[in-house]
Every structure is written in structure tokens, then in C-alpha cells.
């Protein structure tokens, strides 16, 4: 599909890409709002296209300013920043005609500017934007570019410098990975990896199948952005499966220097997943579009994810007490489930008498767990 058929009718890996990031942007502003006192919260969009498909439905931008316009503190604290060199007029029409000047507090601002090539672009995302040891725009970017032409890690692990600061990067593989093999690329592709390219080429070569070389870029891409930043990053990726055949299409890979940022995606990635996946290092959170009008089966593939975690869990807190929180805090930063997985697995582990669950709020609770500081769970 060319770029310029992209646009022509929204498929649904295409919603759901949508879908995950509108989802995600209202929940971490208010995790960034408690945690600090922005002056303004920033989304970012550097290829953010017409904002309409030629079929009526929203993209991106369109979804997130709808649910800004439907929270006052959004309308009066978030800017849109918007980029596209070739829908910046259409994408602005669009926006006005169903978010009429004095929507929004804040102006949005809508440019054409070429990511990757001009340096006002490049520049503007390095640069510092703490005051007094704050950042007064914390801000979440939006890269989706139509292959992997303007995705340059060094300069994206500079914006992620800023606190607050998080990522969606869209990682078309299908591009990647045959272009890791062609030396006319080796540019891009250091832009790309500039500190494991060659680490990549190397290992992708001891990997059995498509997947786990697949899987390999991504961890890639992660580690870059611990080595340039010299700290612990949060790499999430949402897989979405080809529309003709079991292949991988691409993924979306969600970038945090924060555990917080980390819990929020896993909850949305959960959220709409319709493929079962075992969490064992390669597979990850997965759509795939072919399997809309069947029986969902992510439900056999959970429960072996809930007894796996189950057991980690019990080896890690036997004979200790702790909040279930405090338990939650700890543990699910080394793993992809969400939530949902810890809330079921601990309340399997009441039910099996592995561990004693009691309340300190005086409050009626319905089940036995809650993730919460007044649940004290005693393991056996």
C-alpha cells in the first residue's frame, strides 16, 4: 500500500494503533499531573496525516482532541502539536472544522516540515526544556512515519531526557528487517541502531524463525535508548499481525523512563489485544485483524500467563507480608502482565490457601484481592 492509499479507507489494525494511543494520552496526563504541576502537557505528532480517512473515520489526532474536548482540565492544558509535510493543510481543515478556533486554551500548532531532513525539527526535540529543575511541558510523541525514514534514536533518546517526557514509535519490520541486510541502507539503519547495528546483524543470525529476529529489533531499539540515556527504560510493544496472511505487520513500541508509564500501557495493550500470547521473552501483547469475527481464544493463553505468574509470585514473596500494591510496585515491572493478570493470579493464590488476603479500610469488600495499600496479603 502506498502512502497515498493509506489514507483512502482505515483498516483495523489502523483503529486499534489509534485506538491504543487516544486511550493512553488522557491517563498519562493525570499520572503526570499528580506527580508534578506542568504548565502545560504537550501531545506530539510528527506524521499525523489528514486526521479524516477518505471513509469518514477519525486517525489519531482526531480521537485525541475528542477526548480532550471532553475534560475541562485537558481543554485548558494541553497543546497539539502537528506535523506533516504533505496533509498540514487538510489535517488543519479538518481539526477546525470539528474543533472550531477557542476549543481548546491552547492553540494547536500545525506544521509541514520535513522529519528527518530539517533541523528545526531536530533541534526543537533535543533541546532542554527544565526550568528550576521541572519540566513545565512534559509532553507524550507520536512518531508514526510510513516506513523508517525519520526515526533517529539519538535524537528521540534526547527529547526522553525531559521528565515526563514518553514515546509511541510506530516499527514497521516488515521494512526493517530486510533492510538490515542491504548495504545501500546501512545510513538509515545507524540512524536507527547507532550503537547495535552491529549487534543486530550479528545476532539475527543465530535466531531460529522470523519472530524471534523480529523480536530481537525490538529489544534492540530498547536498549539503544538505555545506552544513550544511562538509565532504565521501559519498552512495551503491541504486535499487529498482517490482514492477508500470519505474518507480522508491524508494532508499536511505547517508551518510559517511568514504571508508571509502564503499568498504564500494559493495561491498555491488554485492553485490546485479541490474540493469546504466552509472555515468555519473544511474544508480547498482539491483534490481528483476521480474527475479529471469531471466538476470541486470548482466554487459553491468559490462563497459562495467570499460573506462570502465579508461581513467580509465590516464589518471590513466600512467608512474607506485604500490600498487595507494595507487591504489584515491585513485581510487574520485570514482566508484560498488566493489572488484570495480577489482580486474577493473587486471587487464585487466596483461593488455592497460598496466601491470606485481609482489609485495613473497614471497608465490605467483593473479592478477596484488591491491588491496593489497605489489602495486606500474608503468603503461606
Known amino acids: 500500500m502506498s502512502e497515498k492509499d493509506f489514507f483512502e479507507e482505515q483498516t483495523p489494525s489502523s483503529r486499534i494503533k489509534a485506538s491504543i494511543v487516544s486511550e493512553y494520552f488522557p491517563s498519562y496526563t493525570k499520572i503526570i499531573v499528580k506527580a508534578n504541576k506542568p504548565e502545560t502537557i504537550r501531545y506530539i505528532d510528527l506524521f499525523a496525516g489528514p486526521g479524516v480517512y477518505n471513509d469518514g473515520n477519525y486517525s489519531t489526532p482526531m480521537l485525541i482532541a475528542e477526548k480532550c474536548r471532553k ?24 481539526f477546525n472544522d470539528v474543533f472550531p478556533k477557542g476549543t481548546f486554551a491552547i492553540k494547536p500548532r500545525f506544521g509541514d516540515l520535513v522529519v528527518g531532513q530539517d533541523e528545526k525539527i531536530r533541534d526543537w526535540l533535543m533541546r532542554p526544556t527544565h526550568k528550576a529543575g521541572k519540566n513545565p511541558y512534559p509532553s507524550l510523541l507520536f512518531i508514526d512515519p510510513f516506513g523508517y525514514k525519520g526515526i533517529e534514536t539519538a535524537v528521540l533518546a534526547k527529547f526522553m531526557e525531559n521528565w515526563g517526557n514518553e514515546i509511541f514509535l510506530f516499527v514497521n519490520t516488515k521494512r526493517i528487517h530486510p533492510a538490515l541486510e542491504n548495504d545501500k541502507f546501512d545510513g538509515l539503519m545507524k540512524t536507527l541502531f547507532p550503537t547495535t547495528l552491529d549487534k543486530v546483524r550479528e545476532d539475527r543470525r543465530y535466531k531460529l524463525n522470523v519472530s524471534a529476529r523480529l523480536n530481537l529489533i525490538i529489544q534492540c531499539l530498547g536498549e539503544e535508548y538505555e545506552a544513550i540515556l544511562k538509565s532504565k527504560i521501559y519498552y512495551t510493544a503491541f504486535k499487529f499481525q498482517e490482514e492477508d496472511s500470519d505474518a507480522t505487520s508491524h508494532y508499536i513500541l511505547h517508551l518510559t523512563k517511568h514504571h508508571r508509564g509502564f503499568d498504564l500501557v500494559k493495561q491498555i495493550y491488554s485492553d485490546f489485544a485479541n490474540v493469546g500470547t504466552i509472555f515468555d521473552g519473544r511474544n508480547t501483547y498482539t491483534f490481528d485483524a483476521k480474527q475479529l469475527d471469531e471466538a476470541n481464544k486470548l482466554f487459553d493463553e491468559r490462563a497459562i500467563n495467570i499460573d506462570l505468574l502465579k508461581e513467580g509470585i509465590f516464589t518471590a514473596f513466600r512467608g512474607q507480608e506485604i500490600t498487595a500494591l507494595d507487591l504489584f510496585d515491585q513485581h510487574h515491572k520485570t514482566n508484560l502482565n498488566s493489572r488484570k493478570h495480577y489482580s486474577e493470579a493473587l486471587r487464585s493464590l487466596a483461593a488455592e490457601a497460598r496466601l491470606t488476603a485481609r482489609y485495613v479500610d473497614s471497608v465490605n469488600h467483593n473479592v478477596s484481592v484488591l491491588l491496593s495499600k489497605a489489602c495486606i496479603l500474608k503468603f503461606s
Not at 492544558?77 to 481543515?93: G, M, P, R
Open 71 to 94: 475534560d475541562q482540565f485537558l481543554k485548558k492544558n494541553v497543546q497539539f502539536i502537528f506535523n506533516d509535510k504533505a496533509y498540514k493543510a487538510a489535517l488543519e481543515k479538518n
